[in-house]
C-alpha cells in the first residue's frame, strides 16, 4: 500500500520542540520533493517548509524561519520537520506531502504533491 504516515504529533507549552515524521511506505522517497503542511481551524491550509530531492535546497514560511528544520533521510525513507520555540500560533494539523513532480519553492505551492500523510495534531498552549 502506498502511503505516508505522519508520527503522532503532541501538545506542548509555548517555547516547547516537537518533531515530526513522515515515512514512506509502498514507494521511494528518493525522487520525491516534500513539503509540510499546516491547517488550523477556522483557516486555510498553508506551506509551511520544504525540501528538494537532493535535500539540498529548503524554504520555510517566514513565521517559522530559524525555528523549524526540515530534513530527510531517504535511507529510512522518511522525512522530518523539527520544530522547536514553538508558539501558540504554530497550533495545526500539520500534513506530510511528497511528489515526483513536485517542484520546492519559496512560494510552498503544493502543485505536483501526489501523496499526503494523515494529518497530525501540534497543539502549543499554557
Known amino acids: 500500500q502506498v502511503q505516508l504516515v505522519a508520527s503522532v504529533g503532541g501538545s506542548v507549552q509555548p517555547g516547547g520542540s516537537l518533531r515530526l515524521s513522515c515515512a514512506a511506505s509502498g514507494f521511494s522517497l528518493d525522487n520525491s520533493a516534500i513539503g509540510w503542511f499546516r491547517q488550523a481551524p477556522g483557516k486555510e491550509r498553508e506551506g509551511v517548509s520544504c525540501?528538494?530531492?537532493?535535500?539540498?535546497?529548503?524554504f520555510y514560511r517566514d513565521s517559522v524561519k530559524g525555528r523549524f528544520t526540515i530534513s530527510r533521510d531517504n535511507a529510512k525513507n522518511t522525512v522530518y520537520l523539527q520544530m522547536n520555540s514553538l508558539k501558540p500560533e504554530d497550533t495545526a494539523v500539520y500534513y506530510c506531502?511528497?511528489?515526483?513532480?513536485?517542484?520546492?519553492?519559496?512560494?510552498?505551492?503544493?502543485?505536483?504533491?501526489?501523496?499526503w500523510g494523515q494529518g497530525t495534531q501540534v497543539t502549543v498552549s499554557s
Open positions: 506531502a511528497a511528489g515526483v513532480y513536485y517542484y520546492c519553492a519559496a512560494t510552498l505551492w503544493s502543485y505536483g504533491l501526489n501523496y
Open positions: 525540501i528538494s530531492t537532493s535535500g539540498g535546497t529548503t
